[in-house]
């Protein structure tokens, strides 16, 4: 089936810890996001990339890091820098031109 | 930056009646699009409505805009259980981002 796939669902950080989340998509896809979503809130765009090896920041970009070295793949690394990483962090897809995002099921950070 | 803001936050009706949810942004857009979230889960988009346009429908659902005040609303009609989810609506520049809102939380008493 296409779509996209993020890993792992739930994920722990101890204080200090830098964890990588992964997001796969197989709908040949050009551009790539990854939202954060707290509690009761929005979604905050991290960082997006519309073609392998580039990308930008988001809103929210500090304490984050992004590689694009694969079309399918756009791995999130959340590093000690970021002081607050408990939440729901989603990854989504968009082909370009194109309007739709698809988004994959999320994962859920917290710190321990 | 997040462009749009839903109003209200949250709202319960019973099933069989209609569900309004309104949006308002701050700069021009090219689109605007509506989607769903079920609690836990990624989002799944609904309907787009292009800035040209003024009301478009899907099934049960009836989205309009108004450009001249920088909104839109979304109708839910003969709400269903199945509806209980938070919306949220998103708005497209043109950059290839997409701003989303805060949401509403919509409940539906069986």
């Known amino acids: 089936d296409g779509g996209i796939t993020q890993s792992p669902k739930y994920l722990f950080r101890k204080e200090g810890q830098n964890v990588t989340l992964s997001c796969e998509q197989n709908?040949?896809?050009?551009?790539m996001y990854w939202y954060r979503q707290d509690p009761g809130q929005g979604l905050r765009l991290i960082y997006y990339?519309?073609?392998?090896?580039?990308?930008q920041k988001g809103d929210i970009a500090e304490g984050y890091s992004v590689s694009r070295e694969k079309k399918e793949s756009f791995p999130l690394t959340v590093t000690s820098a970021q002081k607050n990483p408990t939440a729901f962090y989603l990854c989504?897809?968009?082909?370009?031109?194109?309007?739709?995002?698809?988004f994959g099921e999320g994962s859920w950070l917290t710190v321990v | 930056s997040q462009q749009g803001e839903e109003d209200p936050q949250a709202l319960s009706i019973q099933e069989g009646e209609n569900a309004t949810m309104n949006c308002s942004y701050k700069?021009?857009?090219?689109?605007l699009q509506w989607y769903r979230q079920n609690s836990g889960r990624g989002l799944v988009h609904l309907i787009l409505?292009?800035?040209?346009?003024r009301e478009k429908h899907s099934g049960r659902l009836r989205v309009t805009l108004d450009t001249s005040k920088k909104s839109s609303s979304l109708l839910i009609t003969a709400s269903r259980a199945a509806d209980t989810a938070s919306y949220f609506c998103?708005?497209?520049?043109?950059?290839?981002?997409?701003?989303f809102g805060a949401g509403t939380t919509v409940t539906v008493r069986a």
């Open positions: 709908l040949n896809h050009d551009a």
């Open positions: 409505i292009r800035s040209n346009e």
């Open positions: 998103a708005t497209d520049g043109g950059d290839y981002k997409l701003s």
């Open positions: 700069t021009s857009i090219n689109n």
């Open positions: 989504a897809s968009r082909r370009i031109p194109g309007n739709t995002i698809y």
């Open positions: 990339s519309q073609i392998v090896n580039d990308f």
